[in-house]
């Protein structure tokens, strides 16, 4: 079946350090991947889509400078949050949805990022 | 609008009994509806879904049941097994354009052995 494989899956820093997720779609093509966040206990909230070759769409309250998103190939997507600080720590999970837009999306495992 | 309630947050169920999870939604517009299955520490992981074109699908000890008209689905498990305690979100989307997924809130599944 479809796998999404999210790197690292786990990640401590200092605060006022930049952190790098990467997500990949290791047997298809990702036209569109997701990025959410998830809080202990509740639900994921969509933070972005990230369309392969153009500028991803934050959702409402998302600020973009704060996460940035690129989706430079079909199979690859990367969520870098700069300058992090300790309300950033969070689960944060992609998806990815094929190019054919005819299966449903596939979830990564998640990275848990702690900030101290 | 685009809300989906989901509700118990949270339910405990003896081994082999049934469970039960039931979410509504606003948006008429949505045409696809999930359910997905999540351990701690990991990804959701898609369990069933469900097209408004038909009112239940069942795949093994899982079936969804679908009301159009009340706006509102559930996920029934059958038999349920401790495996099987988790967190379980339902979904909405849009077959089309974008897919975004609006999720329910989340229920914390028990299965006492």
């Known amino acids: 079946g479809a796998v999404v494989s999210q790197h690292p899956s786990w990640v401590i820093c200092k605060s006022g350090t930049s952190v790098k997720i990467e997500c990949r779609s290791l047997?298809?093509?990702?036209?569109?991947m997701f990025w959410y966040r998830q809080f202990p206990k509740q639900s994921l909230m969509l933070m972005a889509t990230s369309n392969e070759g153009s500028k991803a769409t934050y959702e409402q309250g998302v600020e973009k400078d704060k996460f940035l998103i690129n989706h430079a190939s079909l199979t690859l997507s990367t969520l870098t949050v700069t300058s992090a600080h300790p309300e950033d720590s969070s689960f944060y999970i992609c998806s990815a949805r094929d190019r054919t837009g005819n299966q449903p999306q596939h979830f990564g495992d998640g990275t848990r990022l702690s900030i101290l | 609008q685009q809300q989906v309630k989901q509700s118990p947050q949270s339910l405990i169920v003896q081994k082999g009994g049934i469970s039960i999870i039931n979410c509504a939604y606003e948006n008429t517009a949505f045409d696809y509806f999930p359910w997905y299955q999540q351990f701690p520490g990991k990804g959701p992981a898609l369990l069933i879904a469900i097209r408004p074109d038909v009112s239940e699908k069942k795949e093994g000890r899982f079936t969804i049941s679908f009301n159009k008209s009340a706006k509102q689905f559930s996920l029934h498990i059958m038999d349920s097994q401790p495996g099987d305690s988790a967190t379980y979100f339902c979904?909405?989307?849009?077959?089309?354009?974008?897919?975004?997924?609006?999720f329910g809130q989340g229920t914390r599944l028990t299965i006492n052995p």
């Open positions: 979904a909405a989307s849009r077959i089309g354009g974008a897919q975004k997924l609006v």
């Open positions: 047997d298809f093509q990702a036209t569109t």
